[in-house]
């Protein structure tokens, strides 16, 4: 196997002392700084000659240009300068040295050249190392990738790689793969994983070759300290999450860290992929499962083989009780892709009130939430109990998360799949009634009684008969029928409707006559304004119903 990195990467001053060229060599000022890292060397006159900043960089000097220029190394260590190698016997008449350099005199003649080759040597053997055990790792986990081994095979490969424990985080920070952690010791590390990436880190703090790579200690359960080790996945411009590399210790070496970070770097890119991957597949399999609901809601199978053999794909109990549940798909504000966010808003709703015994299953079809519920009650008046306390909560969950009230409707229970579709079209007819009401909240079929009487005429051509002649002459005017259907909510109260209307009480006073005149009678005497409701709601039905059928013959 090829060997991890053996180091932090960089060379440093005492590594640079180790070296044999540097046999002879003495510290003459900064013992206390030989962990400074170099990457470079240059000669002095060259550093004098220009103004750039010298981080990370090693002076040459012989001593002669030392004496010349005595007055200006102070201005090194204010560019960043690491190091002063003196290739020869520093002059004893150069006064005060530095501070902030290491000084190092050379007992024996090296020359520049020497030196710059064996940095430059040191610095590509490095990252030669460090891209080898690169390629091994990629190579590991793309050959599992490849083989279809999952995102738990590759996480497991990251932890064996890594010889501690790894975690894989989403986009929104849940654990989605983890290896070498029991549950309660993963909990508290997971939130402490969370809070660290969570915060920004300047891109200075991070790896020059653009990996969003951090290191940080982080606690765990009962107040243990872990070095957390993560690496972001980034896919073009898109974020999807975090490799995470947990050690056990507060103080793992150079050496270590090194190695873990090469290893999540590595894995961000195979793991992102399985993650889309995996992404696609749930999102395939979830609109087929909808598809499936909506023939279910529709009665479009093709024969019970069809839908038997279709429901056991999806593991779904034809037998059970289902309630139906319907609401407004309104979204609080312009998204891309709408039909994603309702269904993503439905999943939410379908999971209130959570039971071990309770599956849900959900679609949008238009702008209505569908979610299918199955119920554990028997009775009859149990279920109704039941739906009306999960419509209760799925409409408070809506409104959290929409900040818009909205009602949600259903039917009667339904038991067996085969009453599914009739107690979806109540749930619908109940919706489409409460919308034009203006109510909010669990809205129940039953509840409508004046409603669900007339549904049994309002498609007769005598309810359409009295729905013309009431209500067709009023269309042809402004705000007519709006005027009547809020005099009639109002009990007949002429100042109440002005007010609800914002209109002067003689303004309404005169749309009620030509009302009247319109209709040819008088609207404010009691059994004629029973008539025109009685019209309005017929209307109101018809609406609805034959909404449902323009959705059912679209499928």
Known sequence: ????????????????????????????AGTDRLDRELTWVLPLNEVLSQHDPLDAVA????????????????????????????????????????????????????GFAALNRLLAERALSQEVHVMRYSTHVHASLAGLFHRGAGLQILVREVSNLARNPAVALDARGHVVAHTGLTPETLAPLADSVNDMVAADVPAAERRSDGHDTRIQPITGLHDSTWTCVASAIRLGKSFEGWVVILVPDPHPGSHDLAR??????????????????????????????????????????????????????????LDARFGVFVAPGVLPRRVDNPT????????????VAPHPAVHAYVTVIGDVLVVVRTLRSQDGPAMRAEMDE???????????????????????????????????????????????????????????RGFTVLAQVAETEQSRQLVRDMLGPLRSGPDLLETLSAYLSEGGNVNATARVLNVHRNTMLAKLDRISRLLGMDIRVPENQFTVWLAIRLDLLDEVHSAIDREASFR
């Open 1 to 28: 196997m090829t060997e991890p990195p053996t180091g932090t990467g960089r060379m440093t001053v005492q590594g640079l002392l180790d070296e044999s060229l540097m046999s002879g060599a003495r510290v003459v």
């Open 59 to 110: 002076v040459y000097a012989r001593p002669e240009s030392l004496v010349a220029n005595g007055a200006a190394l102070s201005a090194l260590t204010a560019r960043g300068a690491t190091t002063l190698l003196v290739d020869g016997v520093v002059p004893p008449d150069l006064g005060r040295l530095p501070t902030g350099l290491v000084v190092v005199e050379l007992g024996i003649p090296v």
């Open 260 to 317: 873990y970070s090469v290893l999540t770097e590595q894995a961000t890119a195979i793991i992102g992929s399985e993650m889309l991957r995996q992404r696609s597949v749930d999102e395939a399999e979830e609109r087929a499962r909808g598809d499936f609901v909506q023939a279910l809601l529709h009665g479009s199978f093709s024969s019970e083989h069809d839908m038997r053999a279709r429901a056991e794909h999806h593991d779904i109990e």
């Open 340 to 351: 994603a966010s309702m269904v993503r808003l439905a999943r939410y709703a379908a999971g």
């Open 390 to 448: 999960y419509a209760q909560a799925m409409s408070l969950e809506l409104e959290r998360r929409r900040g818009l009230r909205a009602p949600v409707a259903y039917g009667r229970p339904a038991r067996g799949a085969s009453e599914v579709r009739e107690s979806y079209r109540e749930a619908r007819v109940a919706l489409g009634i409460a919308r034009r009401l203006h109510r909010t909240g669990a809205t129940s079929y039953q509840e409508l």
